[in-house]
């Protein structure tokens, strides 16, 4: 009976120490978790904003048809001396409109894509995804003599597939973080309020510049004036992006505990 009891105190002493290695191993393993997620392979991402503490905001401009909004907007920002914007075309319009987008390109403002049909993109198998990009960029690279390398996906809809393959195209997938709801009409003073109230440090802001959104020239001269009085630059999409070194950081991936989205994993598909 002796050596029984001797024998089981053995192994308990043994199962004691393995579960003092097992704790000690995931404490080290819980914080060290930063350092691993850099060596983790990335995921592709679509970018919201960017972390900085510089006072920086990226306007940026969606056109998808009409003929009647994008120059009274091209007017308004060199009226008040606004350079760095972003405007992301659809193809199609600017095969229909080729002297806008010579406008636009004269101007000096970045050019991004905005796909080619004006379609949600997700419900598309993967041949007519890279087909879909690739169509835009051959022909928004003819048109403006330049080669995007930024897309906004049509409806901002896209999930891992269309993450991945934009990504193998060398494209980078763009979002917002505030959106102007000019698209919704909800009048100048609202959509002044609700971007001039929701910039941050960092911001992408989205607008358009189709003929459906009929108050954003209006709004604009507010927006531009309310942000440089708080002390806000313009910068394009690739400026800011080229501020901050994305690549490599440990990154906010759920956007329901963090209200200003950084940078959203594909993973949520969002």
Known sequence: MNMFYVWNGRKLKRYLMLAVAVVFSCGIIYAE???????????????????????????????????????????????KGVKNVTFFLSSVWSQSHPEIV????????EIGSHGHKHDY?????????????????????????????????????????????????????????TDSFDWMNIGTDKIVERVVSRAHPGDIILMHASDSSKQTRDALPAIIDQLRASGYEFVTVSQMIGQTE????????DPLNDPSVRLEAAAYGL
């Open 33 to 79: 978790r930063d350092n691993i997620a850099v060596f983790a392979p990335q995921q592709p991402a679509a970018i919201y904003s960017i972390p900085t503490d510089k006072k920086v905001v990226a306007l940026t401009f969606d056109i998808s048809w009409g003929d009647k909004r994008a120059e009274p907007i091209i007017d308004v920002l060199k009226e």
């Open 102 to 109: 010579k406008k636009i390109v004269d101007a000096g403002f």
């Open 121 to 177: 993109y997700s419900k598309f198998n993967d041949d007519e995804i890279r087909s879909q990009i690739t169509t835009a960029h051959t022909i928004l690279s003819g048109i403006t003599g330049k080669s995007p390398n930024l897309i906004r996906l049509p409806n901002g809809d896209f999930d891992k597939r269309v993450l991945r393959i934009a990504e193998e195209l060398n494209y980078t997938v763009i979002q917002w973080d």
């Open 246 to 253: 994305v690549q490599g950081k440990t990154v906010n991936t």
